[in-house]
């Protein structure tokens, strides 16, 4: 069956630009998770939305970073004028329920290089 | 706060050997603890997990590892390293409340020589 996916699978941008990351999750999955993963700092929590209910944002970074989740379905990362620390690979995860013991089944990840 | 600690940011073996990875956790209460294995250029897969019950868990690849609750800890082992177990792992929890993120340790990749 199909995984999770996202896309671009690769983008650079300049300094300043803004960026959109899509991840399309498991069908019928209702918790999405967006992660980063970067040198030094390993992998960290950014963003969670269960159904129809607010997205906890508490990992975000700054307010250049948003996202949102259209139909409970597709989820878009949004990045402002971005930063050279920005640069990372960004990973989105699905689970079948907001129960922490279900497995969370990760996409390939959006690698992210900002010059 | 929860936290992970990965002794080891590099750890190699020879084909055949033991492979011991090590994970310790900080967490006031007993969280959920996982291993996932990312390949080079993919997405990280779930190797195991443990919630409740047996403190020593199995998984795929014929990878296991044991919740010692005295020492926070729980640690990956595989009798017998092959060179397809070359790939960085993370160590991960949460707690058990509903929609709680995972906390990853920084990773071990793991190289294996033959």
């Known amino acids: 069956g199909a995984g999770v996916s996202q896309s671009p699978s690769n983008k650079v941008t300049e300094k300043g630009k803004d960026v959109e990351l899509r991840c399309d999750p498991i069908?019928?999955?209702?918790?999405l998770y967006w992660y980063r993963q970067s040198l030094g700092q390993g992998l960290e929590f950014l963003i969670y939305?269960?159904?129809?209910?607010?997205?906890?944002k508490s990992g975000l970074p700054s307010d250049r970073f948003s996202a949102e989740r259209t139909g409970g379905s597709v989820s878009t990362l949004t990045i402002q004028r971005t930063q050279q620390e920005d640069s990372a690979v960004y990973l989105c995860?699905?689970?079948?329920?907001?129960?922490?013991?279900?497995?969370?089944?990760f996409g390939p990840g959006t690698r992210l290089t900002v010059t | 706060a929860q936290s992970v600690t990965q002794l080891g940011s590099h750890v190699s073996v020879s084909e055949g050997a033991l492979v011991l990875l090590r994970c310790n956790y900080s967490s006031s209460v007993p969280p959920y603890l996982f291993w996932y294995v990312q390949y080079p250029n993919q997405g990280l897969q779930l190797l195991l997990k443990?919630?409740?019950?047996?403190?020593l868990v199995k998984g795929i690849n014929g990878f296991e590892a044991g919740f010692k609750k005295s020492e926070t800890s729980f640690h990956l082992t595989k009798p017998s390293a092959h060179m397809s177990d070359a790939a960085e792992y993370f160590c991960?929890?949460?707690?058990?409340?509903?929609?709680?993120?995972?906390?990853f340790g920084k990773g071990t990749t793991l190289s294996v020589s033959s």
């Open positions: 991960a929890v949460s707690l058990n409340q509903a929609g709680t993120a995972l906390i």
């Open positions: 443990y919630t409740t019950g047996a403190t």
């Open positions: 995860a699905s689970s079948r329920s907001r129960d922490p013991a279900y497995e969370q089944y």
């Open positions: 939305f269960q159904g129809n209910s607010a997205p906890d």
């Open positions: 069908s019928g999955h209702t918790a």
